[in-house]
């Protein structure tokens, strides 16, 4: 800058030099320390390493005097040694950082900011929170299909996604694992057949540092089969009786439309509990003059001499009335009629009727139900659990009371069908038998 004197006694002078700035403005030649970053906060997994950049963004090489750790569970890497840093250059610090609070204080010659401090703090990672919501403990797995195992995982370190949830049942073995989701839910679907009876299931999850969590429930498995997973060589059919279509999709077919035939079809792989059991099924009565219907078997394999019941009013299962010659079969039996065999018959109306031991004549119970012929496909539901049976037609409860009778037996799950003087195809479809090993 150019500096002009003021006239004085005449004289006019002028001067060129620079001015000085004052004593708060750094000179464009002095050192200037800077780091990045310039704090650290965060979750470790132990003992890591971090590391502190160090540069000179002066005009002037910057003596780092001393580098040194004050607090808990920091340090350096290595002892520091003092040292030049050029302009525009940069050294790098190596930390260890561990659980704890602490500060990196940095000495220089930077004329302003001699003693620079960086907040040092570490907490160690924690095992994430696992919660199963589904199953709940003590839950009762219906039988067949898929089954929904579900979880939510929190953890402090890891995005959610990042994570996965590995499944095991102590029976089964390994059931796979689930990736995590944003929103912190794993899903796996735990396929069909599973082996029946208790289970305890184990949902683990396990962190970027290792740290794991688990959770442990039981379940029970009910027992039971479906028809469309067995073969067909494990059913023992007699007289018109025969499979329709694929092993896997087709139906049971017990009378075409044909008079004075019947026909028995029973599933002989599996024995159940006769009072212990839950049978779903299809079936389908129709497209003949209207004769005679169909039942429901559950044939006492410790007292059996055949698969193959009383024509007529016997419907294939039935036995001592003057209307059949029988024999009866014995077990249990749930009828459901169509036909009008006058006094041999507790109503005029479509029926069911659940008979012991094939007495058609005597049912325990029996109840009018809706108009089934001709109608299409309807769904039976019977649940016997002695000495209490309940049957529910098309989702409608047609039987719910407790009988008096031998309930208590080995039994062969199955159907029979027959017709008279009149015709009816009488189908059976979606078949599923479960047994109660784990209760109701």
């Known amino acids: 800058m150019r500096v002009c004197l ?39 997994c132990g003992a890591e390493t971090r590391s502190v950049t160090v540069t000179n963004e002066g005009g002037e090489p910057l003596t780092l005097t001393s580098a040194e750790i004050g607090g808990a569970g920091w340090s350096l890497a290595e002892p520091f040694v003092a040292q030049s840093v050029s302009p525009g250059a940069s050294i790098s610090i190596g930390l260890n950082a561990g659980p704890g609070s602490a500060s990196l204080i940095l000495r220089s010659d930077d004329p302003d900011e001699p003693t620079l401090t960086l907040p040092l703090v570490a907490v160690a990672d924690a095992a994430p929170t696992l919660s199963v919501l589904s199953p709940t403990d003590g839950e009762i797995v219906a039988l067949g299909g898929d089954y929904a195992l579900t ?18 049942s102590d029976v089964d073995g390994p059931l796979g694992e689930a990736a995590v989701s944003s929103a912190g839910v794993s899903a796996l679907t735990w396929t069909s057949p599973r082996a029946e009876g208790p289970h305890s299931l184990n949902a683990e999850v396990t962190d970027s540092c290792g740290n794991t969590a688990q959770v442990s429930l039981n379940i029970c498995q009910q027992a039971g089969y479906t028809a469309s997973e067995l073969d067909l060589s494990t059913w023992h059919f007699e007289g018109a009786a025969s499979w329709i279509g694929e092993a896997s999709t087709g139906y049971l077919e017990l009378t075409p439309v044909a008079t004075s035939v019947v026909g028995t079809a029973f599933q002989t792989s599996e024995e159940v509990n006769g009072g212990a059991v839950e049978i779903r099924f299809s079936f389908y009565i129709g497209d003949g003059t209207g004769a005679d219907g169909l039942s429901l078997t559950a044939l006492d394999t410790s007292r059996m001499t055949t698969f193959l019941g009383g024509a007529g009013c016997g419907i294939g299962y039935g036995g001592g009335s003057d209307c059949t010659v029988g024999p009866a079969l014995p077990g249990w039996s749930l009828e459901i009629d169509t036909f009008d065999n006058g006094v041999y018959d507790p109503t005029p109306d479509d029926h069911i009727a659940f008979t012991f031991d094939g007495l058609v004549a005597s049912p325990a119970y029996w109840a009018a139900v809706p108009e089934i012929e001709d109608t299409g496909w309807h769904t039976l539901e019977v649940y016997v659990s002695e000495p209490h049976v309940t049957v529910i037609l098309d989702g409608a409860t047609v039987m719910d009371a407790d009988l008096s009778g031998r309930f208590n037996f080995p039994a062969y799950v199955g159907f ?4 008279g003087g009149d015709t009816n195809h009488h189908w059976i479809d979606a078949l599923e038998v479960t047994r109660y090993v784990c209760g109701e």
């Open 6 to 44: 003021l006239p004085l006694l005449g004289v006019f002078a002028c001067s060129d030099y620079e001015l000085t700035p004052g004593d708060d403005v750094k000179g464009a030649g002095d050192p200037d320390i800077a780091a990045d970053p310039l704090s650290f906060d965060e979750i470790v």
């Open 151 to 168: 979880a939510q995982v929190i953890d402090d370190k890891d995005a959610a996604e990042t994570l996965t949830v590995a499944w095991s």
């Open 416 to 419: 029979t069908g027959g017709t």
